[in-house]
T-cell receptor, first 115, second 113 residues
Framework: AQKITQTQPGMFVQEKEAVTLDCTYDTSDQSYGLFWYKQPSSGEMIFLIYQGSYDEQNATEGRYSLNFQKARKSANLVISASQLGDSAMYFCAMRVGGTASKLTFGTGTRLQVTL | EAQVTQNPRYLITVTGKKLTVTCSQNMNHEYMSWYRQDPGLGLRQIYYSMNVEVTDKGDVPEGYKVSRKEKRNFPLILESPSPNQTSLYFC????????????FGDGTRLSIL
């Protein structure tokens, strides 16, 4: 069975600072994909970034980067230069080979960006 | 515009009254899924479909039914809703493959009284 753990229920960060949201995962599959989604207060789920288990380089998408440490089974999201609009719930999720239709989600981290 | 459309967005109903939440996608995706989101639990998969006429249970299928008669549509059916099915529901779709992000609808907030 797959599991995603997000240990930070809530985080605060000042505007323009960088913040790291933690995510650890557990799977016995060698082939898997890791995703981060953002859920603003309006409720929709927005895909942010993807990292494959065989990718050697950390994924980056604009101000988002994924700090992938395979041996530690961690896939932390780094948001650089935080903006007020980054205030939202953030979910880490995983897809594994053979059950690729399913995303297993963590419980989420609520990020609040302050002035 | 590529999108996943769910209806209704909000519904308040009573125990035992059958309801259907519709989901439609216009991206020709093979995979479609239903999730429920509850505070402190993240999103949990209810059912998924790998293609037309192919559906399977997710982690929390009890009390729900689905069907996939057409590729674009994947309705979620609550035959006899109960208060513990009060939740925020999301439909999602994607192409096959581990690197394909699932695209989500805007969500349906169901309240079962």
């Amino acid at each position: 069975a797959q599991k995603i753990t997000q240990t930070q229920p809530g985080m605060f960060v000042q505007e323009k600072e960088a913040v790291t949201l933690d995510c650890t995962y557990d799977t016995s599959d060698q082939s898997y994909g890791l995703f981060w989604y953002k859920q603003p207060s309006s409720g929709e789920m927005i895909f942010l970034i993807y990292q494959g288990s065989y990718d050697e380089q950390n994924a980056t998408e604009g101000r988002y980067s994924l700090n992938f440490q395979k041996a530690r089974k961690s896939a932390n999201l780094v948001i650089s230069a935080s903006q007020l609009g980054d205030s939202a719930m953030y979910f880490c999720a995983m897809r594994v080979g053979g059950t690729a239709s399913k995303l297993t989600f963590g419980t989420g981290t609520r990020l609040q960006v302050t002035l | 515009e590529a999108q996943v459309t769910q209806n209704p967005r909000y519904l308040i109903t009573v125990t035992g009254k059958k309801l259907t939440v519709t989901c439609s996608q216009n991206m020709n995706h093979e995979y479609m899924s239903w999730y429920r989101q509850d505070p402190g639990l993240g999103l949990r998969q209810i059912y998924y479909s790998m293609n037309v006429e192919v559906t399977d249970k997710g982690d929390v299928p009890e009390g729900y039914k689905v069907s996939r008669k057409e590729k674009r549509n994947f309705p979620l059916i609550l035959e006899s809703p109960s208060p513990n099915q009060t939740s925020l529901y999301f439909c999602a779709s994607s192409f096959g493959g581990l690197n394909q992000p699932q695209h989500f609808g805007d969500g349906t907030r169901l309240s079962i009284l």
